[in-house]
């Protein structure tokens, strides 16, 4: 696979690209405005202590009080072996039947030092937790761990076995615990500590610092964007690094100098006569990732719609018939499997998280269904999020959750739609001209009124014009109010509004139900 890192920098805004066999699989931003938190340590002072959900929320002096659940407290596990899945947190070490009482460990009013492990999203505040970890190149530093820890994703039990023994004799004892992360699969014993070494003095600076501070209070910022995304992703398994900005490519020249300097000839700065993204073609894939229909190769579509709760995801087969009507079981199969690669692309693109709910076309064979579920996770195998997938139930839905720690690119790039309130739909111009009349009758049933005008978008006064062209008629002589209906242009296709008089007074509020 062919993989590429593209990156376009200003001062307003910061734009990182993943591409792979030359589409877009990936599209990251940060601007100034977002006021962006995650991975950043906080002096916190905790608000209130909810034992029903065994919770705290903490001000952390951003706005929304942050949200710190029992299980996410810095409190020694029953055991802290080595387990099979390396995070090297004390406290998920425990059942949550095993937790205890967060009333015993938290007071109102106490200070408290914790890290956002997940962004504010629509009304909820961020997430938050007491187990520090501070991220470098090649490991990750856990200060109340005690547990060395090996990435999932380096496969192969020799090369696990020789990382874990490594890292094992890195950290003195009672420093803390470590995870050795993916890029660092080819990493020696003299990086491992020298980036340890580093990690630890950057503890102890914020340790310091946490003392001198009154909360609520931040004391340590995460790397920004295109650091985060050099230091975390940028290894030989990407083949180029382009970027458009003369001082980031500086920047990361430098970074990857110290860090990896067999990677620097793969690092280039964008000479183009037009913009990086342009080239790539990465500007119209990200308009494209906003459409709420994605067209299928074999003439199928997903419809992806976002809700509150959950992100529902149906497949349809559109124009696809197969190669004859004898098989649809086969045609159908083939439509899924289809929708399931892409499906797994879409989500990691649009960075979807939360719930989703997958409407597959329905299969009858159960060993169409298997194969439809394990294409699915193969490819979400790719993704950096995490996710779990349920088994296809008999309506044919697949249910699966997907990491979220910030808010999609989609709701940061846009808001609410003032004309819908964003539902995404308006009334229509005859349910428009039905509300008209009854605001009408209530006018008229006031007494208040003598003459009004009617104004509305041009769609609606052409929907009277031609299907009932008797009804302004209609409505005076019902209502014995002299009406005029005008045309506005600026008004929104569900808008009308009530002028009374000769001064055309706004008197829609007092009569629109």
């Not at 420093?175 to 630890?200: A, D, M, N, P, Y």
């Not at 894939?285 to 992100?311: C, D, H, M, W, Y």
């Amino acid at each position: 696979m062919r993989r590429e890192i593209l990156v376009s920098a200003t001062p307003q805004e910061s734009w990182v690209a993943l591409r792979e066999d030359n589409k877009l699989a990936e599209i990251m931003f940060d601007r100034p405005d977002q006021d962006r938190v995650l991975g950043d340590i906080f002096l916190g002072r905790v608000e209130a202590v909810l034992p029903g959900i065994q919770a705290a929320f903490v001000d952390i002096g951003t706005g929304k009080a942050g949200f710190l659940h029992v299980s996410d407290l810095n409190l020694p596990s029953e055991d802290d072996g080595e387990g099979g899945n390396g995070k090297g947190r004390r406290g998920r070490g425990r059942r949550k039947g095993n937790l205890p009482p967060i009333q015993d460990h938290v007071q109102k009013g106490q200070e408290i030092l914790v890290q956002v492990t997940k962004e504010a999203i629509s009304t909820k505040g961020p997430r938050l937790t007491a187990e520090i970890s501070l991220p470098g190149r090649f490991l990750v530093y856990m200060p109340h761990a005690s547990r060395v820890g090996v990435s999932r994703k380096i496969e192969g039990r020799a090369q696990r076995s020789k990382l874990r023994s490594m890292a094992q004799n890195v950290p003195p004892d009672d420093s803390g615990g470590l995870i050795v992360r993916t890029v660092g699969e080819e990493v020696t014993q003299e990086k491992l500590e020298h980036e340890f070494g580093r990690l630890f003095e950057r503890w102890q600076s914020i340790e310091a610092r946490a003392k001198e501070l009154s909360a609520p209070a931040a004391v340590h910022r995460e790397a920004t964007l295109i650091s985060g995304v050099i230091r975390d992703l940028f290894s030989d398994k990407f083949e180029a690094l382009r970027v458009d900005s003369k001082k980031a490519y500086n920047e990361i020249v430098d970074y990857v100098t110290s860090v990896d300097p067999d990677l620097l000839d793969r690092v280039h700065l964008h000479n183009g006569s037009g913009p990086l993204f342009d080239e790539f073609g990465v500007e119209e894939a990200i308009q494209k990732a906003f459409s709420r229909n994605v067209p299928l190769k074999s003439g199928g579509s997903l419809v992806i719609e976002p809700t509150e709760a959950l992100v529902s995801i149906d497949v349809n087969t559109g124009r696809f018939t197969g190669k004859g009507k004898k098989d649809p079981e086969q045609t159908i199969l083939k439509t899924n499997l289809e929708a399931a690669r892409e499906i797994a692309k879409q989500l990691r693109l649009r960075d979807v998280g939360g719930i989703i709910v997958v409407d597959f076309i329905d299969m009858e064979a159960q060993e169409n269904r298997d194969k439809v579920l394990r294409e699915l996770r193969s490819y979400l195998g790719r993704d950096r999020a995490r996710t779990k997938t349920f088994e296809i139930s008999d309506l044919g839905l697949v249910e699966m959750t997907r990491q979220r720690v910030r808010p999609s690119v989609f709701n940061s790039l846009t808001s609410v739609c003032q004309s819908c309130g964003g539902i995404g739909r308006v009334y229509t111009p005859a349910t428009v001209v039905r509300q008209i009349e009854r605001t009408l009758k209530r006018a008229a049933a006031s007494k208040e009124e003598r003459s009004l005008v009617v104004r509305v978008h041009p769609e609606v006064a052409l929907r009277v014009i031609e299907e009932e062209p008797g009804l302004m008629k209609r409505l005076r002589d019902r209502t014995r109010l002299e009406l005029r209906l005008r045309d506005d242009p600026l008004m929104r296709l569900d808008e009308f509004r009530l002028l009374s008089g000769p001064a055309e007074t706004d008197v829609t509020d007092k009569y629109a139900a």
